[in-house]
């Protein structure tokens, strides 16, 4: 899913980048559509949103479910 927002990040002299947290398991038992419309979603507002610097994309579990986290440091400035 990432690689189809390299390019447009890219025009945006943005930096896109992702980690997958270690005790995420290999395997996920979901709807995959789902998932693939959430990560497209999220990862094409954060790219269009931000001006400037990176976009970051962390998969991690949270209390035994996983989490998606997108950051945009545009939104974190005071």
Same mark, same amino acid.
């Given at each position: 899913i990432l690689s189809g927002f390299v390019v447009t990040a +890219?025009?945006?002299g943005l930096q896109l980048n992702h980690t997958v947290v270690s005790? *995420?398991?290999e395997v *996920? *038992?979901?709807d995959p559509g789902r998932i693939r419309q959430i990560l497209i +979603?999220?990862?094409g507002n954060a790219i269009k949103f931000t001006e400037a610097g990176k976009v970051e994309v962390t998969v991690a579990l949270a209390n035994d =479910? #996983?989490?998606i986290k997108?950051?945009?440091p545009e939104? #974190? =400035?005071s």
């Amino acid at each position: 899913i990432l690689s189809g927002f390299v390019v447009t990040a +890219n025009q945006k002299g943005l930096q896109l980048n992702h980690t997958v947290v270690s005790d *995420v398991p290999e395997v *996920v *038992v979901s709807d995959p559509g789902r998932i693939r419309q959430i990560l497209i +979603n999220l990862i094409g507002n954060a790219i269009k949103f931000t001006e400037a610097g990176k976009v970051e994309v962390t998969v991690a579990l949270a209390n035994d =479910r #996983h989490f998606i986290k997108e950051e945009d440091p545009e939104l #974190h =400035r005071s």
